[in-house]
């Protein structure tokens, strides 16, 4: 497989030549072509899912749905750079991540769906639910990270969010606490351009990244469509928090191709032209281009590729439409560790509201 050296951070250019920089590529020299092949169909079946459940929310079977077409090899390059035992704080995005942890792909939809607080129980995959609160999970990661390194366990935490979350206040007072108690904990901003429709130039003259700065924690910006560079970055960032040596900063920039949410128009407040720059810079594309310019990319491949995504929708699908109407007194389930008595007086004030609507007339 042929190397060149390029001097612009890159692993993989848009026309699949893979390129040399001292940054990243000793980090993915493992990566041959079984593994290429392996990246690349995670790309495609995270992008499978995202579509397969967009479809289901336009059809009516989801209430809402967060696309992350385009944000894939941000979220699979970094997935696959974590241990077993490592932990995730999740955003509402990172369905990539949730597969490339083992999440079965018919629980992804169910909090989308009405059905569930949550699709899975965060300790089976070491990743915790999604978070709506922007910017909430941050404290959260400092927080188990910080315990963790007080127990002893050798084990990085990752927390993604997106780049409107570093407007918020959490996220400033978790880069201060990771700082302070140098907790083992990598930041991961997929800086996909927009915060719903407010522009990222708004929000941050400057780099993302150099914000990190302020707090003493070293960062770095990646290309968040090239899946090796992202890989290689992760990789860099979870050693260094495993072997001790504090907290880090990844600023992934990508781009959202869809819209913020299935509830959101972005013709309304970005245009076509720079939707269209950024579709030549596809994270699918550019690893196909790789795998074609090595020979890697035959009939048998895709078929296998095919194959596998069209499984994982067919579940996504089917476990959505099948998922059980949940019993409405449920929704007070796992709330809380221990019982709560303010909980319980809500639950008594629910249960008998639901008495007199099985009393009334038809």
Known sequence: MSIVRNPRGRSVQPDGQRVYDPRYTPDVSDIGPTQLQALYEDLVVVRRIDTEATALQ?????????????????????????????????????????????????????????????????????????????????????????????????????????????????????????????????????NNQWAISEPVHIQSPSPIAQRAAGYGIPSIQVDGNDVLAVLAVARQAIRRSREGAGPAFIEAITYRMGPHTTADDPTRYRSNVEVDAWRVRDPLDRIRRLLERNGFFDDEFVARVQMRSDEVAERVRSETIGMPDPAPLSIFDNVYATTHSKLDSQREGYSSYLDTLEDSPC
């Open 58 to 190: 336009r059809q009516g079977e989801l209430a809402l749905w967060t696309p992350l077409h385009g944000q894939e090899a941000a979220q699979v390059g970094s997935a696959r750079a974590l241990h077993s035992d490592d932990y995730v704080f999740n955003s509402y995005r990172e369905h990539g991540v949730a597969y490339c942890r083992g999440v079965d792909p018919g629980l992804i939809t169910a909090p989308w769906r009405g059905c569930a607080h949550s699709g899975w129980d965060p300790n089976t995959v070491n990743m915790t639910n999604p978070s709506i609160v922007v910017g909430s999970q941050g404290l959260h990661a400092v927080g188990f990270a910080y315990a963790a390194q007080m127990d002893g366990d050798d084990i990085a935490t990752i927390v993604y969010f997106g780049d409107g979350a570093t407007s918020q206040g959490d996220i400033a007072e978790a880069l201060v606490f990771a700082s302070t108690w140098s907790a083992p904990v990598v930041f991961f901003c997929q």
